[in-house]
């Protein structure tokens, strides 16, 4: 009985010995709690545990110019667009430029079989031969006037019909070379010169084709030495553009070439559908600007203002719009909708608004957003 007793005893005095081992043995035990994370009613407001082990960073001041990007197209100066017409009706028998090339002044474009210069060609012979005459008679009516045979009346008639088929003559002859013909060459083919040197960027004639004269016009050249812009700037960013600004161009196709341009034109009339207004751009073109390129324009304000600068890592791209996530008072975390500017060195980014300088913001928005989405 003694011995029971001793035995009962001594695990009564081992229990907390063996109670205590297993508690230091636990390694959970000794950590702390995870982050519990609670979304309040408000969808912007997170609400942390430990508030304390989420890295916060706050927003510095920047002095600089805005800066507005927008998107694009190079297009042809209209000023320096010149139609080619054609004067003569007719079938097109050649043509010797296309859609793209390069053309000098005066160089042949087409040549087209016309009935205009062929019935132009005819009246110049006829008013030739009526001339002829008219002076012949002219010539025969003063050797008779100054022997006494005809009368003043008779001279000054004749000296009329000379004088008028002079005028006769010399119209047809400038109506064919209107046509673009030599009136001393006569030819059913008429040649179509070009007006200016440049690029031909529209046609609107084929091989066989029929030109009208003052009709549409065969070709359109255009001098590309300077060339548009053409971007589309949204209602609320015009105030940012002025007349006589100066915008950078980059081009996709060449990203590492900067070009200067000036702001010529702001549009008068938004697009309903887009709001947007067409903003033109007068740029020179050192030869690899061509028509219909896709280019990004940057416009840069008159005046400083003052903007937060944050990580880039503060922000937080969600459905095409900018957050971050600002702590309040009570040590919650809003999501707080930004408009994000230009990048800077160091992993740095402007913003643009949606917050001030001296504001404190999630170092890393991403990672409470994926604390929140668990």
Request: contains cysteine; charged residues 20%.
């Amino acid at each position: 009985m003694k011995k029971i007793s001793f035995i009962w005893i001594l695990l009564v005095a081992l229990l907390p010995a063996i109670g205590c081992g297993q508690e230091n043995a636990n390694p959970k035990g000794e950590a702390p709690p995870p982050a519990q994370v609670e979304r309040e009613q408000d969808g912007g407001i997170v609400q942390v545990d430990h508030p304390e082990q989420i890295q916060l960073v706050t927003a510095v001041a920047r002095n600089s110019r805005p800066e507005l990007v927008v998107t694009g197209v190079v297009t042809p100066d209209v000023s320096r667009s010149v139609p080619v017409v054609s004067l003569a009706s007719g079938r097109v028998v050649e043509i010797r430029v296309r859609l793209g090339d390069t053309v000098k002044k005066d160089d042949v474009l087409l040549r087209v079989r016309s009935n205009d210069v062929s019935g132009g060609y005819s009246d110049y012979r006829k008013a030739v031969a009526d001339e002829e005459l008219a002076r012949t008679q002219y010539e025969r009516a003063e050797d008779l006037h100054a022997h006494g045979a005809i009368s003043m009346n008779d001279l000054q008639v004749a000296r009329d019909t000379e004088e008028k088929a002079k005028v006769d003559l010399e119209t047809t002859a400038e109506h064919l070379r209107l046509l673009g013909s030599d009136p001393g060459k006569p030819n059913g083919i008429v040649e179509i010169h070009a007006p200016v040197a440049g690029v031909i960027t529209d046609q609107e004639v084929t091989d066989a084709a029929l030109v009208q004269a003052y009709g549409p016009n065969p070709f359109t050249i255009s001098d590309l030495s300077s060339v548009w812009v053409v971007c589309d700037v949204h209602e609320n960013q015009l105030a940012s553009v002025r007349l006589g600004d100066a915008a950078d161009i980059r081009l996709n196709a060449y990203p590492g070439q900067l070009f200067r341009g000036t702001v010529s034109n702001i549009g008068a009339i938004l697009d309903p559908n887009l709001r947007t207004a067409k903003v033109r751009i007068e740029v020179r073109n050192p030869g690899i600007m061509r028509l219909g390129m896709f280019l990004t324009a940057t416009f840069r304000g008159q005046q400083q203002v003052t903007r937060a600068v944050i990580p880039s890592t503060a922000i937080l791209h969600l459905h095409d719009t900018d957050w971050v996530f600002a702590i309040t008072p009570d040590k919650k975390f809003q999501r707080v909708e930004i408009v994000a500017g230009a990048s800077l060195p160091g992993d740095l980014q402007e913003v643009v608004s949606g917050l001030l300088p001296g504001a404190q913001v999630v170092r890393n928005a991403l990672t409470l957003q994926n604390m929140v989405d668990q």
